[in-house]
């Protein structure tokens, strides 16, 4: 499995030679191999986990050349789905975010006449057209110590990936600093968004979330109303409860919480 992955600045493709040359030893004693084709890189490794190895180098590698809201610096990754770009993120979770990013982007690349042909690319399309939510059959929690990460992520018909991620501060630990806190972020296919949230109700089979109008515009939606579907395991749904309702116990940010229907 791999991800290509490049970066962009001003519609420019930086040269990826020294930042090659910072990965070295990693990439020997984790056996993932590089293929190089101009300024883009792709990486391959037999275990997710090897590549996940690669988050924080490529965070700092981005976040060197100051990315903003104005997404004129775009880390882009190249999976087998399409192109996913991190245009911006807050300097502190731009590793989770990287981390996240190539977890969903990285897979085996198709087979002969394994990849979606256009009737299931013309089914997922018109289905996107009338739903503006996903499903989801993987759940991911990362306790960090200083910050929460709960995500979500699934495919749709044509194999493009979904995912939304919640990530907020725990004012608990040591590193903490108040300053820095702007509340909890809320992620939708790699577009952050701060206190982005109305309400959040999440029952045995679904997680519907209602966004800010703010929010809605930020990720293109159609609808203030945002519907996962689960296919996630019992215990799979408690933990993601138990998290949802300790991530957002979290009082001390600038933003208010939403408001909780947990079940």
């Not at 289905?127 to 709960?150: H, K, M, V, Y």
């Amino acid at each position: 499995m791999g991800f290509g992955v490049s970066l962009v600045v001003h519609g420019q493709t930086v040269d990826p030679t020294e930042m090659l040359a910072t990965l070295a030893t990693d990439l020997d004693a984790n056996g993932i191999e590089v293929l190089r084709v101009d300024n883009v890189v792709r990486f391959t490794a037999d275990e997710l986990r090897d590549l996940s190895l690669l988050a924080a180098p490529l965070a700092k590698w981005w976040q060197q050349h100051r990315p903003s809201t104005a997404g004129v610096v775009a880390l882009r990754f190249v999976g087998p789905s399409g192109v996913t770009e991190l245009s911006y993120s807050r300097p502190d979770l731009a590793v989770e975010y990287v981390r996240h990013t190539i977890e969903v982007e990285s897979g085996e690349p198709y087979a002969p006449g394994a990849a979606p042909g256009p009737m299931r690319r013309l089914t997922a399309g018109l289905i996107r057209r009338g739903r503006t939510g996903f499903t989801a059959s993987e759940l991911s929690i990362r306790d960090e110590g200083d910050i929460l990460c709960i995500a979500l992520a699934g495919r749709e018909l044509d194999d493009r990936p979904r995912s939304v991620q919640f990530q907020a501060f725990n004012p608990e630990h040591d590193d903490y600093d108040p300053g820095d806190d702007d509340g909890y972020c809320l992620v939708t296919d790699g577009v952050p968004v701060y206190g982005a949230l109305v309400a959040l109700r999440l029952t045995r089979s679904t997680l519907s979330l209602r966004l800010t109008h703010e929010a809605a515009r930020a990720w293109g939606a159609r609808s203030t109303t945002l519907t996962i579907k689960l296919h996630l395991t019992h215990q799979e749904i408690e933990q993601l409860r138990r998290q949802l309702q300790r991530l957002f116990s979290f009082r001390t940010a600038q933003l208010s919480a939403p408001t909780l229907h947990l079940g």
